[in-house]
């Protein structure tokens, strides 16, 4: 059936037990995945997570259902969580709604075409929740960015929610981003909620997203030793945790990306593929670190990079030797598998 995001909302609090398929679509693909985010947040830590390509399931019209109905090894709930689902996928998904209950699907798809058999399926059946997400404009910040703030303790002051949308370029999920990092360092928490105001913004230069962050993930995630070394010497004191959980997010990022690099597609393909989701700057450097972080290697680098941001937070250090060293060891993991090439 069709809902909209107030009722996605409610889903990622509690799924209900008579939901299969949590469909989130439509040309804001951002917001699509920003919700699916906190969807997939709101089943637990624990919740184990099976990841399909959405082109996968046109040449295995059963796989979904297998997914979903799968016993798991150690008794825990799982998540099936489907990336790029489109129109091939509809006898994949009516093989679903159609099969015996399971473990929830989660699935974002772009926008279908005007007629598609698969949304029309999706928006009439009760088992199915389908949000359709348009672009955002600045008119709706004030909304967009107090629905993320309130469940982390911030309270937005004039001016605020119009800034971060501005320089996040109207990406939700960079605004949650933001919205954590100032939560972060101003201590605020749903108990102990805090005022965030423009000052805030220009004190803690962050009122840029993520850009100054760029430069430092590139060259870990590339290999380029000599040009990590450089940045990470100069990191200035409270970056360690959002470079960290930036970095966190590069490898999750590139974790889904080479599900369909293992597929068979070229590096080149599967980052192209993504469109507009992928800034065109950043495309050159997704490229090659998927040629150079197999499934392996990035699980190993996304514990090392938790690990390290626990540390940082357990002992109160600020951007210590023990961070810079671990992302020095990454970036030389990078320089090893891009001379092997």
Not at 66 to 77: H, K, Q, V
Not at 291 to 316: F, I, N, T, Y
Request: hydrophobic share 50%; net charge negative; glycine share 10%.
């Amino acid at each position: 059936m069709r809902v909209d995001s107030g009722r996605i909302a409610l889903i990622a609090r509690a799924w209900p037990a008579d939901l299969r398929l949590v469909l989130l679509h439509g040309p804001d693909e951002s917001a699509s995945r920003d919700m699916a985010g906190q969807v997939a947040a709101g089943l637990g830590a624990g919740v184990t997570v099976t990841e399909l390509a959405g082109a996968a399931l046109k040449a295995d019209s059963q796989a979904l259902l297998a997914a979903a109905t799968s016993l798991s090894m150690f008794g825990d709930r799982e998540l099936v969580r489907v990336d790029g689902l489109d129109e091939d996928g509809l006898a994949a998904v009516q093989a679903l709604l159609d099969g015996p209950p399971g473990h929830p699907v989660l699935a974002t798809a772009g926008s279908f075409k005007k007629g598609s058999k698969l949304l029309a399926l999706a928006e009439k059946h009760a088992a199915v929740a389908a949000c359709i997400n348009y672009e955002a404009s600045l008119r709706d910040a004030g909304r967009l960015a107090a629905d993320m703030a309130a469940p982390l303790g911030l309270r937005l002051e004039r001016g605020v929610p119009e800034a971060l949308f501005e320089s996040s370029g109207g990406d939700r999920m960079i605004m949650r981003r933001e919205l954590e990092k100032f939560a972060l360092y101003k201590d605020a928490s749903p108990e102990s909620p805090q005022r965030l105001a423009l000052e805030d913004m220009a004190a803690l230069g962050i009122e840029s997203g993520e850009a100054e962050l760029f430069a430092p993930i590139a060259a870990i995630t590339t290999g380029d030793v000599a040009e990590a070394t450089d940045l990470i010497g100069r990191l200035a004191d409270g970056t360690a945790i959002p470079l960290l959980r930036a970095l966190e997010r590069r490898l999750a990022q590139l974790t889904l990306l080479r599900v369909e690099v293992d597929q068979g597609q070229s590096p080149a393909a599967v980052v192209e593929g993504q469109g507009k989701a992928i800034f065109w700057k950043e495309k050159p450097i997704m490229i090659k670190a998927l040629s150079l972080w197999p499934q392996p290697a990035l699980a190993s680098a996304m514990g090392d990079v938790l690990a390290a941001e626990r540390a940082v937070k357990s002992s109160g250090g600020i951007a210590d030797l023990g961070v810079q060293q671990m992302l020095l060891d990454l970036t030389r993991r990078a320089s090893v598998a891009a001379r092997r090439r």
